[in-house]
């Protein structure tokens, strides 16, 4: 019996195929992840505006909060947080709940996919735990400004599901305007440009 495996990989408009299940950093570009990440909403779309607030822009914002919290952050680890939701350009933004219902496998899944980022991108397949716990401040604080800025939440709410970042009061005049999808791509990949 001659049983054909499902077809794993993604075609991107660069022309490159990327294998969802072996990931290679050889078929991860910049053009497609910026492009990918433009037109993925965050909050599932349910935010205000006359465009979603894409992952590309939160991306873009996370890397500006890891630079506001730790002010001599090497360009590589600034890198690093733009690329954070790396993978999300080809798997979309799964909400955290979801997430968390999924378990350890679509962490997992996600990771292998990141860690090709990271080497196509001249970073370590996983990098320093201080890195990635900044990173997370980043991310978490992100959520916080945008959950209380787009998606509809009051700051009591907010601050009960995401805790009360620290260090957020100049940081809450960062630009959360939503954009289109190829303006927030021109916009990461002028972020890219700068770091690279």
Same mark, same amino acid.
């Given at each position: 019996? *001659?049983?054909?495996?499902?077809?794993?990989?993604?075609?991107?408009? /660069?022309?490159?195929? @990327?294998?969802?299940?072996?990931? /290679?950093? @050889?078929?991860?570009?910049?053009?497609?992840?910026?492009? %990918?990440?433009?037109?993925?909403?965050?909050?599932? %779309?349910?935010?205000?505006?006359?465009?979603?607030?894409? $992952?590309?822009?939160?991306?873009?914002?996370?890397?500006?909060?890891?630079?506001?919290?730790?002010?001599?952050? !090497?360009?590589?680890?600034?890198?690093?947080?733009?690329?954070?939701? %790396?993978?999300? #350009? $080809? $798997? =979309?933004?799964?909400? /955290?709940?979801?997430?968390?219902?999924?378990?350890?496998?679509?962490?997992?899944?996600?990771?292998?996919? @990141?860690?090709?980022?990271? $080497?196509?991108? =001249?970073?370590?397949?996983?990098? !320093?735990?201080?890195?990635?716990?900044?990173?997370?401040?980043?991310?978490?604080?992100?959520? #916080?400004?945008?959950?209380?800025? @787009?998606?509809?939440?009051?700051?009591?709410?907010?601050?009960?599901?995401? =805790?009360?970042?620290?260090?957020?009061?100049?940081?809450?005049?960062?630009?959360?305007?939503?954009?289109?999808? *190829?303006?927030?791509?021109?916009?990461?990949?002028?972020?890219?440009?700068?770091?690279?």
């Amino acid at each position: 019996m *001659n049983i054909k495996a499902p077809r794993a990989w993604q075609r991107m408009l /660069s022309g490159r195929r @990327l294998d969802l299940l072996n990931p /290679s950093p @050889l078929d991860i570009e910049i053009s497609d992840i910026a492009h %990918g990440l433009a037109r993925v909403a965050r909050w599932n %779309g349910q935010t205000h505006g006359d465009h979603a607030f894409s $992952v590309a822009q939160h991306c873009v914002l996370v890397e500006a909060l890891a630079l506001h919290f730790e002010p001599t952050l !090497p360009r590589q680890w600034r890198l690093a947080a733009l690329l954070h939701d %790396g993978p999300e #350009y $080809v $798997v =979309g933004d799964m909400i /955290s709940p979801f997430k968390a219902a999924m378990g350890l496998d679509y962490k997992e899944f996600e990771n292998r996919i @990141l860690e090709a980022v990271h $080497v196509r991108f =001249g970073l370590p397949k996983q990098i !320093p735990d201080e890195i990635t716990a900044l990173i997370k401040r980043a991310d978490k604080a992100s959520a #916080y400004l945008e959950a209380v800025g @787009l998606a509809g939440f009051s700051e009591e709410e907010a601050r009960q599901i995401f =805790g009360v970042p620290k260090g957020i009061e100049k940081a809450r005049k960062l630009d959360l305007t939503p954009l289109g999808a *190829n303006e927030a791509a021109a916009l990461y990949l002028d972020r890219f440009g700068k770091l690279t």
